[in-house]
């Protein structure tokens, strides 16, 4: 696993994944399939916090090495997987600090539904 510390970090990867198409679903708390649909390949992508630092994992090559002397790499997965949870996490902070009920139809201040149209 990789320690995320920053945007820095992912300059390599945010050029790779403009590349190729990849679709994330989320598995569990904290885990997402990402799949690159060109290829058809899935990988799981995984974080966790510990002592308050965050670190993630990826079952690619570059993120899980078969040859144990290289270093795991970010790869494009694991931006794939940041990007995905950040907006997941920042829908349910939005739903979360602004409870207001979302009408079934909203045509509020829509001129096209006002009763004079009709
Ligand atoms: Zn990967």
């Known amino acids: 696993m990789i320690e995320i510390q920053g945007r820095h970090q992912f300059k390599g990867a945010a050029a ?7 679709s994330v679903r989320r598995m569990e708390a904290g885990a997402y399939f990402v799949r690159n649909t ?3 390949h899935d990988y799981v992508v995984r974080f966790v916090r510990i002592e308050g630092k965050v670190f993630g994992g990826c079952t690619c090559e ?6 144990r002397r290289r270093a ?3 790869c494009k997965h694991l931006l ?4 995905v949870h950040n907006a997941l996490n920042a829908m349910r902070r939005a739903a979360h600090v602004a409870p207001a009920p979302i009408p079934v139809f909203d045509d509020t201040d829509d001129p096209d539904m ?5």
């Not at 790779?16 to 990849?22: G, N």
């Not at 006002?114 to 009709?118: L, Q």
């Open 16 to 22: 790779r994944i403009l590349k190729e198409r990849m």
């Open 38 to 40: 060109a290829k058809g």
């Open 62 to 67: 570059a993120g899980m090495p078969s040859d």
């Open 72 to 74: 795991p790499v970010q």
């Open 80 to 83: 794939a997987g940041i990007i």
């Open 114 to 118: 006002m009763e004079s149209n009709y």
